[in-house]
């Protein structure tokens, strides 16, 4: 089914608009925020990698290899599935109920620099979600 385009009083394509106020405090304090990415029950990894998703993993990591256990440490950190290459978390500020994002261990700006093996296992565990 093709929806019919629906055009503003401009002639420009109407865009439809995600209203999503839950995000607001997120949109709002993200620029400022120490630390993004970390959960506040990990705040105990000392580092700042400068990446939400970067820190994210990092200070669970860190919560495990210093006797938290595995299964609390992912938890506070929303993580649903981890892989070798990449990871599966719920997003903290959701869109909609049951948002989650299939994210690489590796921090890279263009999806052509992943490589093979870790895009093959983003695409296998998208199809999970
Ligand atoms: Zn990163």
Redesign the pocket.
């Given at each position: 089914m093709v929806r019919p385009t629906i055009l503003r009083g401009d002639g420009v394509p109407h865009m439809d608009i995600l209203w999503t106020p839950w995000r607001f405090a997120y949109i709002t304090s993200a620029d400022g925020a120490p630390r993004p990415g970390v959960p506040k029950s990990l705040a105990a990894w000392p580092g700042d990698?400068?990446?939400?998703?970067?820190?994210l993993?990092a200070s669970v990591e860190y919560a495990i290899e210093h006797g938290t256990s595995a299964e609390e440490a992912e938890a506070a950190g929303g993580l649903i599935l981890r892989g070798k290459h990449c990871f599966i978390c719920l997003n903290a500020f959701p869109y909609t109920s049951g948002h989650v994002m299939v994210m690489p261990y590796?921090?890279?700006d263009r999806l052509a620099k992943l490589s093979v093996e870790a895009a093959h296992e983003l695409i296998e565990l998208s199809q999970q979600t």
């Open positions: 990698l400068g990446c939400v998703f970067c820190n993993i590796a921090h890279l």
